[in-house]
């Protein structure tokens, strides 16, 4: 069974770039970007709608997406999206150690692999202050934006998984980007990996 680590993190966290370099160090692939090449690829819908569909939900309001874009037999695209992503998830985990950014990877390849599942987090103003050095300025605050990201963040994990996003049970540990730092965080990953 090959070891992976899942990292799942809240908007702004740093969570994309400790994976990034959690894997860089260790030598093994960090998947993230190119999961999304390979959804879109394998769905046939843009990088676009991939990238906002494939971790977010349509709303923060879990009945409203339980009801969203659905065909008359109950499908959406996003649902089409959540088995192409799964199937994905499930294929890089068996074909070798990696890093897995996101899209619900801790709880689709528990009991399927070896895995650490970390969760990433801060404080809202550490990660708005972030956003917008990362991402530059945006029209939206950058607090509003933070709250909006992980309400549908937290939504697509409900929805999809039935558990919570961000609850420590469903984790091995927790680490807060804004006290210890991306790199303090890489290096714990990296010692308990």
């Known amino acids: 069974m090959n070891r992976i680590i899942t990292i799942s993190r809240e908007f702004g966290s740093g969570g994309r770039t400790i994976g990034k370099k959690v894997a860089e160090q260790l030598g093994i692939p960090c998947y993230d970007e190119e999961l ?34 659905r065909n008359m037999y109950g499908h959406s695209p996003q649902d089409d999206l ?10 890089l985990a068996e074909k070798g150690p990696c890093v897995i950014v996101g ?32 991402y530059g300025e945006r029209e939206e605050a950058p607090l509003k934006r933070v709250k909006d990201k992980d309400k ?16 420590a049970e469903n984790y091995h540990i927790a680490l807060d980007s804004g006290v210890l730092g991306i790199d303090t965080c890489v290096d714990l990953i990296k010692r308990l990996y």
């Open 152 to 167: 549908r963040r937290k939504a697509y994990y409900q929805f999809y998984t039935d558990s919570t996003w961000g609850d």
């Open 103 to 134: 899209r619900c990877a801790d709880y689709l390849l528990r009991g399927k692999a070896d895995c650490l599942t970390v969760f990433i987090h801060a404080d809202p103003k550490f990660r708005a202050k972030r956003i917008v050095e990362v």
């Open 82 to 91: 959540w088995r192409i992503q799964s199937k994905i998830i499930y294929e």
């Open 36 to 69: 999304i090449n390979r959804l879109a690829e394998a769905s046939g819908m843009s990088e676009d709608f991939v990238k906002e569909n494939s971790e977010y939900t349509v709303s923060g309001n879990w009945f409203a997406n339980a009801l969203a874009g």
